[in-house]
T-cell receptor, first 109, second 116 residues
Framework: GQNIDQPTEMTATEGAIVQINCTYQ??????LFWYQQHAGEAPTFLSY??LDGLEEKGRFSSFLSRSKGYSYLLLKELQMKDSASYLC??????????WGAGTKLIIKP | GAVVSQHPSWVICKSGTSVKIECRSL??????MFWYRQFPKQSLMLMAT?????????EQGVEKDKFLINHASLTLSTLTVTSAHPEDSSFYIC????????????FGQGTRLTVV
């Protein structure tokens, strides 16, 4: 079966760095997405990785290792507004998005 | 990025009535639209995939007669929850994928449905 695993909840301090991991097992691979979702709102796109390596976009970076079925989202200089759920999703061979359950990130002052 | 508009953002209806939710791609043509349902503290659950001009493909366990999906044009898809019951109360989100872009999906704002 297809499976996406990510931690349920993480806590970090304002100004610090946090890494959210995602491991996956899917039928085929056409890229991995990270989305941010604030409570009561729809997800917003953060990043897309299809090749191995690190993609940096401002305070957010995303890493992919296809051979290990592993990705992480790195958030630097954390701000209170970064408190949200972070969803990992993999696009399978049919171009369908398989969603992880999301990681709730709590930022403390 | 591309804009997807979903309307209404919230709705309260009585049991037994029907509710229509619209999803529009404002500045691009969406060959495929997806309808998701999300319960509190849970991830997105794909309900159905619709391609313009053809019947929607429903995921296992989703009643097609209860959740009617119409994708009449490249910019509009609708989800109608028929004969709504309290257990249909949920957050419904649409997303759209544009022609030639099989990667990023753009999300509507979501609709919070409460059936009383």
């Amino acid at each position: 079966g297809q499976n996406i695993d990510q931690p349920t909840e993480m806590t970090a301090t304002e100004g610090a760095i946090v890494q959210i991991n995602c491991t996956y097992q899917t039928s085929g691979f056409n890229g991995l997405f990270w989305y941010q979702q604030h409570a009561g709102e729809a997800p917003t796109f953060l990043s897309y990785n299809v090749l191995d390596g690190l993609e940096e976009k401002g305070r957010f970076s995303s890493f992919l290792s296809r051979s290990k079925g592993y990705s992480y989202l790195l958030l630097k200089e954390l701000q209170m507004k970064d408190s949200a759920s972070y969803l990992c999703a993999v696009m399978d061979s049919n171009y369908q998005l398989i969603w992880g359950a999301g990681t709730k990130l709590i930022i403390k002052p | 990025g591309a804009v997807v508009s979903q309307h209404p953002s919230w709705v309260i209806c009585k049991s037994g009535t029907s509710v229509k939710i619209e999803c529009r791609s404002l500045d691009f043509q969406a060959t495929t639209m997806f309808w998701y349902r999300q319960f509190p503290k849970q991830s997105l659950m794909l309900m159905a995939t619709s391609n313009e001009g053809s019947k929607a493909t429903y995921e296992q366990g989703v009643e097609k007669d209860k959740f009617l999906i119409n994708h009449a044009s490249l910019t509009l898809s609708t989800l109608t929850v028929t004969s709504a019951h309290p257990e249909d109360s949920s957050f419904y989100i649409c997303s759209a994928r544009s022609v030639g872009r099989d990667t990023e999906a753009f999300f509507g704002q979501g609709t919070r449905l409460t059936v009383v």
